[in-house]
């Protein structure tokens, strides 16, 4: 399936909307997602990757914010586990709808692992028997305080030995680190063809539904969850991804 070009903030708008997952976004998310989020195809092969080393046999991975199903289709894919079945969540029916299209023209014949699709908000799903659980660009878009409630329900549903994979965009303390990061990121964005004008509005319409953290917020609300081992695994600019064991 051809990418569409993401051109939803090309031309000045009247008012710009807060940020949703409707139909617009969905159309052009594989364009939108590579052009916009550093280093993000090696992110989605490495995330498979690490999900094949702490699969166990006979539990459940989890994908939760799935969007399209990158995730999902990268673990399936280094999977060699028996018994394993991914649950894939998002609460956007056109991203589900149009996940399960992809997934279907994915399909492979024989033991493939299982891919289960589920429209729901992540907080109406139970997470059990779980060896990986993976929140990637998730947790940004979930209300500061009922993040650590959240992270401890993955905590309680993963088996010992069991992961929580966790990619953020960061937010820092330090100006001068905030400032440089911003202006990277920018730039890589604009190497990918985004006009300044695109830039600004969706900026502008992300400021109220997604709220970054710093890396030693999430670090802090990991430990405070029951992890004791947390480490940064992948950053570029301001973009990082975070594997927590129990």
């Not at 051109?7 to 940020?19: C, G, N, P, R, W």
């Not at 088996?159 to 990121?185: N, R």
């Not at 992300?206 to 992890?227: I, N, W, Y």
Request: charged share 25%; aromatic share 8%.
């Amino acid at each position: 399936m051809a990418k569409k070009q993401d051109e939803i903030y090309a031309s000045t708008l009247k008012e710009v909307i807060d940020f949703k997952f409707d139909e617009r976004v969905v159309s052009v998310f594989p364009d939108m997602i590579q052009r916009s989020v550093p280093g993000y195809k090696t992110l989605i092969s490495s995330i498979g990757i690490l999900a094949g080393r702490y699969a166990q046999d006979n539990t459940h991975c989890y994908d939760l914010g799935c969007s399209l199903g990158a995730v999902s289709l990268s673990m399936r894919q280094r999977l060699g586990t028996i018994g394993c079945e991914i649950i894939a969540v998002d609460n956007s029916p056109e991203m589900i709808a149009q996940g399960q299209l992809l997934l279907e023209a994915e399909s492979k014949q024989g033991e493939a692992v299982p891919i289960k699709m589920v429209c729901s908000d992540i907080d109406k799903v139970e997470i059990y028997n779980a060896s990986v659980v993976v929140l990637n660009f998730t947790l940004q878009f979930i209300a500061v305080e009922e993040r650590l409630a959240l992270v401890e329900r993955i905590y309680n549903g993963l088996v010992p030995g069991g992961v929580l994979i966790l990619s953020e965009k960061l937010a820092f303390d330090e100006q001068t680190q905030s400032d440089f990061m911003i202006d990277a990121h920018h730039d890589f964005k604009r190497d990918n063809g985004y006009s300044n004008l695109e830039i600004s509005q969706k900026r502008t319409a992300l400021e109220k539904v997604m709220v970054p953290e710093t890396l030693t917020c999430h670090k802090q609300r990991l430990s405070d969850a029951g992890f004791g081992f947390n480490s940064v695994w992948f950053q570029c600019f301001n973009f990082t991804s975070i594997i927590a064991i129990k």
